[in-house]
């Protein structure tokens, strides 16, 4: 089949080249629609279930709200983990499903249970699905600066005049805002003066709820024309909301300007953005939709924000301060770079070795062809232009032209033996048969490589989503460069000339012969020697390996920081405020920094669900070029470290914006580890998190170690009096309206501004409702027309009780977050479970770890099953490739000397194991069996021509040399930039390189000196 694919190739020359400009066509328009982002969407396939009520303690959301909704999705097909969150006012729950599942398809489940359980939940509590972003949705963020506007007005202009401009633009799922205050029109009621006109709560709401509304009386003709009948009522300015009748005593209308006034207020709020240290602001967060272009989707808001320029107030600005543009640019440039000067070293080698332009030029060829052909395929199955998705293609560089190198080398070969026939015909052969003769081992090796990658596309989590791009690329980019191989290249190869083809002298090859030669036949003379001392080198190797430390991905450079700030959780909204202040003025102080922006508490979409004690803190950098000399990213956080410590009363935890969302969204953790402890009493797991606390604090490597904040909120309890109730003639209901309506305020109506519309509250005024006492003094009516205190009918005092309440998967929980820095993830977790296990954990409570370390063992344990099942087939193709037994295992004998390289380049850049270096490992061991294949078919072939053992050996062993040579070099040199790149994402790409470009050097010698003494020994070759 393959020769036959040859031979049509090289006589079709004219059909291979208009095939070539169809699919360079193809690709090109694949290339420039291809969707764009920095990095691989990693979130996990999840939904958001928000539920907001007002004044509901975290107690009452748990078990009121979050447990009957938990309860009911439970049963949803597909559904791996439930994780939630209860606070004041908001439940929070995360259903995440399995990857395959269709998201739409799973909201729709979910919204027919919501309907199901609709009826169990308290009435006012708006449920809501969060929007269909992920962990890499937010990629976009502005703050709105204005001279002459307030927090007030500013928010008003965002959310009635932005928000809807942003959210047409294509690819934009939700613009969430943040800060500032949500304004109202507030009725506050005087208690005097409702004592003095003898008017009730119920009374002014009924009042403000019967007397804002239009009404239609379809319409009347009238001298042949149509008049629409409108009955207009709605209530349009505060004088409307003041004239309204509250009650009539002896024909004297009550106002509701006689016991209330009527301000313009804010909504209480549950969050806040403060900047630079100059106090509140108003952010606006855009939300990409699940699937889209980070890029397009950025530059389309960009331009839609240009437009509106000219509808706001002129001193108003958009101010940027996170765009994922200038990520996009920076990441896939670190891969572009690399791809561009890879395959310019790649050609440099080519031209070197083979010594001919127009054979240099023809394999040349196959690089930007596969890459180009490579985005037809990723268009095609929905794969983003990536870091990990290039960086396939990058780490592929060198290996795309391996097949071509031993394709052209060998028709080189055949024209120099054949060049007496010069003729036309006897020239198309011979490029056939230097095609045919390569054509099955070639393409076998390819196999192989492509298979050994097969563990990557079984990963799971965010080590699969990660991962399976560049296995996917590096895959398709290796295939289609083989194709072209045995396509593309033979056809093109009978465009040479012979002269062209003619072998000159290269003094690299007679250099790198001159050495080669008496090391093979010194191998071959001292087999056992040669084996014993491999032996050793491997087995010290392996040591050295069970030595190195390990963790799940190095922290992939995002270009800012992102800082946590914990208070106390029983701070107000405006102490939270101030104290970042203070933090980003410290910040600021350190010239690397050009913008903070701190986020305090909840968005009004609450996505990241924060209490009003916690604050996200965006650290914005300059450029590298522009920091101080010899000052890198840890030394800045060091020095962030020392200012902020001078602030009494706040934990930190410093990480990076999209890392800080997508941990949290994947693990419900913000921090690369945690302790999860499960049990029923929040009190109890609290006593435990605080041992736990105790016991990691004392372990090298431990930063940022802190409790999940679920105590310490202030409570004024309101217990109401059963008995006094009864005496008096009122119910639980009754005094439940004045504490929801009286001190925390109800909506009654809405007002409308045109297309604006804002919400009429009612309460008491707020001297009659800040403090204990004035609590206690609140008068309530009575059936019988007593005005009594509301301490009458409760007993009213101050505790403190749960901030939040945490569940995962039905069970409480409370979880103890930390960062590591100094010491591999996999050694400190080892070092921590020996001291937890001291721990004497009550019935029924009991611990996990979460975050990188449950994704490294996940990984790790995916590894150990999948690995050996590869090397089976590996084997099975090496079988296919050659019909022997014997030679398929003596390939397989050559790889583990072939990994040496790349445990001693770990060991020597002083970096951990990890996923990265296992799939260098994994590429290692594809390209050493790709070029033991080439070796053993080549001496097997000089075999069958009747050459002894010894001779097949030594010639095949010369003969492969160059195109061996060349293999190794180019995917060495393709690897340089990434191995030496400092650029965003190349803390991800470089433990790969260094694991190939060092198992590539001992896995060359092994194929060259090794493979052919065990050949030697193997067949008993003489």
């Known amino acids: 089949m393959l020769n036959k694919i040859i031979e049509f190739s090289v006589r079709q020359r004219l059909l291979i080249i208009l095939a070539l400009i169809f699919f360079i066509g193809w690709g090109l328009n694949s290339y420039q629609k291809i969707p764009i982002d920095a990095f691989p969407d990693v979130t996990n396939n999840q939904v958001q279930i928000l539920t907001t009520i007002n004044g509901f303690s975290p107690l009452e959301v748990e078990k009121l709200i979050t447990y009957p909704i938990e309860v009911e999705m439970s049963s949803i097909p597909g559904l791996v983990e439930n994780r939630s969150i209860s606070q004041f006012g908001l439940s929070a729950i995360t259903l995440v499903f399995e990857d395959g599942i269709d998201i739409y398809w799973a909201r729709q489940q979910i919204l027919e249970k919501l309907i199901v359980v609709r009826d169990e939940i308290p009435k006012g509590a708006e449920v809501e699905m969060g929007p269909v972003s992920t962990g890499l949705g937010e990629i976009y963020q502005y703050t709105l600066e204005s001279e002459s506007l307030s927090p007030m007005e500013l928010r008003e202009i965002q959310d009635w005049v932005i928000a809807p401009v942003l959210r047409s633009v294509k690819g934009v799922i939700e613009v969430n805002s943040f800060g500032g205050f949500v304004k109202q029109f507030h009725i506050l009621l005087s208690p005097t003066s409702m004592q003095t006109f003898d008017v009730t709560l119920e009374e002014v709401w009924k009042a403000v709820e019967t007397n804002n509304s239009n009404a239609g009386g379809n319409y009347i003709e009238r001298n042949f024309e149509q008049y629409v009948v409108r009955g207009i009522g709605l209530i349009e300015k505060i004088a409307d909301i003041e004239n309204i009748v509250v009650k009539t005593e002896n024909g004297i209308p009550i106002k509701i300007s006689d016991v209330a006034q009527v301000k313009t207020e804010p909504q209480v709020r549950y969050g806040a953005v403060t900047k630079d240290g100059k106090g509140e602001t108003v952010a606006g967060i855009i939300m990409m939709l699940k699937g889209e272009s980070g890029k397009s989707v950025v530059l389309d808001v960009k331009k839609a924000i240009e437009n509106l320029k000219s509808s706001l107030p002129k001193d108003l600005k958009i101010v940027p301060f996170y765009d994922r543009t200038e990520l996009v640019a920076e990441a896939i440039s670190t891969v572009s770079n690399a791809m561009l000067i890879g395959a310019i070293l790649v050609i440099l080698v080519l031209i070197l070795f083979l010594g001919s332009l127009g054979s240099s030029l023809i394999v040349s060829l196959i690089l930007p062809i596969s890459v ?88 799971e989590g965010l080590e699969g989503k990660m991962f399976t791009p560049l296995a996917i690329t590096i895959s398709v980019a290796l295939l289609i460069a083989l194709i072209l191989s045995l396509t593309m290249l033979p056809a093109f190869a009978t465009f040479l000339k012979e002269k062209n083809a003619k072998e000159k002298s290269n003094p690299i090859l007679s250099f790198a012969t001159s050495i080669y030669e008496p090391i093979l036949s010194f191998g071959l003379r001292q087999k056992a020697l040669t084996l014993g001392i491999s032996v050793v080198v491997f087995i010290l190797s392996a040591l050295l390996f069970s030595r190195l430390g390990t963790e799940f991905v190095p922290v992939l450079e995002e270009g800012s920081i992102a800082v946590q700030a914990f208070r106390l959780p029983s701070i107000s909204t405006k102490g939270s405020v101030e104290i970042c202040n203070l933090i980003e003025k410290r910040i600021k102080e350190i010239p690397e920094v050009t913008t903070v922006v701190s986020k305090t508490g909840r968005a009004e979409v609450a996505t990241d669900p924060m209490l009003p004690s916690i604050s996200d803190i965006y650290v914005m950098m300059k450029p590298l070029k522009e920091w101080r000399e010899g000052y890198t990213k840890k030394m800045i956080v060091n020095e962030m470290r020392e200012k902020l410590e001078e602030i009494p009363g706040v934990l930190y935890s410093f990480s990076q914006p999209i890392a800080l969302r997508v941990d949290e969204l994947i693990s419900g953790v913000k921090s690369q580890l945690a302790v999860k402890i499960f049990g029923e009493s929040s009190e109890v797991m609290n006593g435990i998190a605080e041992e736990i606390i105790k016991e990691l604090q004392t372990l090298e490597g431990a930063q940022d170690v802190k409790v999940e904040q679920t105590t310490g909120f202030g409570y004024l309890q309101i217990k109401i009096n059963r008995e006094s109730l009864g005496r008096y003639g009122l119910s639980v209901k009754d005094i439940q309206e004045y504490i929801s309506i009286g001190i925390g305020g109800e909506t009654v109506s809405t007002l409308y501004e045109g297309e604006k519309k804002f919400d009429i509250v009612v309460c008491l005024e707020e001297n009659h409702r800040n403090t204990l006492e004035a609590i206690s003094n609140i008068l309530v009516s009575t059936p019988q027309g007593y005005k009594l205190p509301l301490s009458t009918f409760a007993e009213i005092y101050t505790e403190e009780g749960p901030s939040q309440v945490s569940r995962e998967n039905g069970k409480r929980k409370v979880t103890v977050e930390l960062n590591v820095d100094g010491v591999d993830i996999g050694t400190f977790v080892e070092k921590a479970q020996e001291k937890l296990k001291k721990l004497n954990l009550p019935t029924g409570y009991f611990l996990e770890w979460g975050g990188q370390f449950e994704n490294q063992q996940r990984a790790n344990n995916r590894m150990m099953v999948i690995l050996p099942i590869t090397f089976v087939l590996i084997f099975v193709l090496l079988f296919i490739t050659f019909g022997s037994v014997k030679s398929s295992v003596l390939v397989l004998m050559n790889l583990p000397f072939s990994l040496v390289g790349g445990v001693l380049g770990v060991w020597i850049w002083d970096i951990y194991l990890s996923v990265p270096t296992s799939v260098g490992f994994i590429a290692v061991i594809g390209t050493a069996v790709q070029n033991g294949i080439v070796m053993v078919s080549f001496i097997n072939e000089h075999r069958e021509k009747g050459h002894s053992g010894l001779d097949a050996i030594k010639i095949s062993s010369m003969l492969r040399l160059r195109p061996i040579l060349m293999t190794s070099l180019t995917t060495i040199l393709g690897l340089i930039p990434l191995l030496m790149s400092s650029g965003i994402g190349s803390e991800i790409q470089q433990p790969l390189a260094i694991v190939v470009v060092g198992g590539l050097i001992t896995s060359t010698f092994s194929t060259l000196v090794l493979l052919p003494s065990l050949y030697s020994w193997f067949e008993r070759a003489k």
Request: avoid cysteine; glycine fraction near 10%; proline fraction near 2%.
């Open 372 to 459: 180009l052909l490579s985005f037809i395929v990723m268009k095609m199955i929905g794969l983003s232009s990536n870091l990990m998705s290039l960086g396939g293609l990058a780490i592929g560089i060198g290996m795309m032209v391996d097949g071509g190198i031993v394709v052209i080398e060998n028709i080189n070969r055949l024209i120099q033996e054949n060049k007496e026939n010069a003729n036309k015909k006897h020239f198309l052969q011979v490029v056939v048969r230097g095609a045919e003769e390569v054509g099955r081992p070639s393409f076998f090796a390819v196999l192989v490589v492509v298979t050994v990658f097969i563990p990557l596309f079984t990963l």
